[in-house]
């Protein structure tokens, strides 16, 4: 079975046009972990692959659940894997492009998220909520080891440790550490481009995005009900534009333009900080140079690492 590339980075980091790119060149097929980017209807704000990356290669997971759907990590990572699989049986070679860091881990990594019990948890919320409850939750938690403060300092976090140890017999640092190295069949490549730079980018890019139809495609969604979907409703910028047309489109577009732009940096920079931290064993492709053919630059760099 070839190995799997994952082409990750933040938002407005050509991730699309490079995992198209890259397909075509090894024969390959797109698939998707981007968390949005899965929903119909919404195209623009989530920057769904364009017609020029989708003639490129076959693409997976893009535009293919209705907003109403349910679409998380614990979802995600099984049906990608089995996207995965039928790609390999083709012979050809899975590119997995997106910016959802959390999917890109779950997948890689085989981190899932820590078993929960309903009944266990609201147990153990209500006992840390008495007096003496958080210090009892601490003494059990301590026959594991010695906790870390942050979990120990907070009743929430405190009640869900002590949640996933009853439960698995084990506590969810140590749980957390049995997932620092990739699985095999993956290569991961992480494109990190200036900040201060991107962030030009992706104003431009918000312009764009806004002459497309941004706020149109936004008030559809409304109107199919996307304030009321469990997850599509989590998409950056729809909540934002929501509220500023229920507001009467105060500011004009130039608010809501500073908004969405202001909205997308902070994402960004979160993004970054994520996946310089959260990917050990990914080739990092830094760039600085924002002029050319930037797409083609960080394909030939991904090229060259594949040879090696």
């Known amino acids: ?21 890259l397909a075509r060149k090894l024969d390959g097929e797109v698939v998707s972990f981007d968390s949005m980017q899965v929903y119909k209807g919404l195209p ?9 990356e989708l003639s490129l290669a076959p693409h997976h997971l893009v535009d293919c659940l209705e907003i109403s ?22 012979g050809r070679t899975a590119v997995l492009a997106g910016g959802t860091g959390l999917y890109a881990r779950a997948l890689v990594y085989g981190f899932s998220l820590m ?4 009944e266990i948890a609201e147990s153990l919320r ?17 026959a594991a080891g010695e906790i870390p403060e942050d979990i120990a300092r907070n009743p929430r976090h405190l009640a869900r440790a002590v949640e996933v140890f009853r439960i698995t017999g084990t506590p969810p640092w ?70 500023w047309l229920e507001n009467g489109r105060v500011g004009g577009l130039d608010a809501i333009r500073e908004i969405l732009s202001n909205r997308t940096i902070q994402y960004a920079r979160r993004q970054l900080t994520w996946f310089k931290h959260q990917h050990p064993g990914a080739v990092l492709i830094d760039v600085q140079d924002f002029s050319g053919d930037v797409p083609q630059r960080i394909l030939d760099e991904i090229l060259v690492h594949l040879e090696k």
Do not use: H
Request: charged residues 30%; contains cysteine.
């Open 1 to 21: 079975m070839k190995d799997a590339l994952v082409i990750m980075g933040p938002t407005c980091s050509w991730k699309s046009a490079v995992a198209a790119r």
């Open 44 to 52: 623009i704000g989530t920057a769904q692959p364009g017609p020029d």
């Open 69 to 90: 759907e349910v679409w998380n990590v614990n979802l995600f990572v099984p049906k990608a894997l089995e996207v995965i699989s039928e790609i390999a049986s083709r």
């Open 115 to 118: 078993p929960s019990d309903p």
């Open 126 to 142: 209500a006992e840390s909520a008495t007096p003496d409850g958080c210090a009892r939750l601490r003494e059990e938690l301590a």
């Open 174 to 243: 140590e749980l957390k550490k049995r997932n620092e190295e990739p699985q095999k069949g993956f290569r991961q490549f992480c494109i990190l481009p200036d900040l201060t730079k991107l962030k030009e980018r992706i104003r431009k890019r918000t312009d764009a995005m806004l002459e497309r139809g941004w706020i149109q495609e936004c008030e559809r969604a409304l109107e199919n009900g996307l304030a009321t979907a469990p997850t599509a409703w989590q998409a950056l910028g729809y909540r934002d534009i929501a509220q």
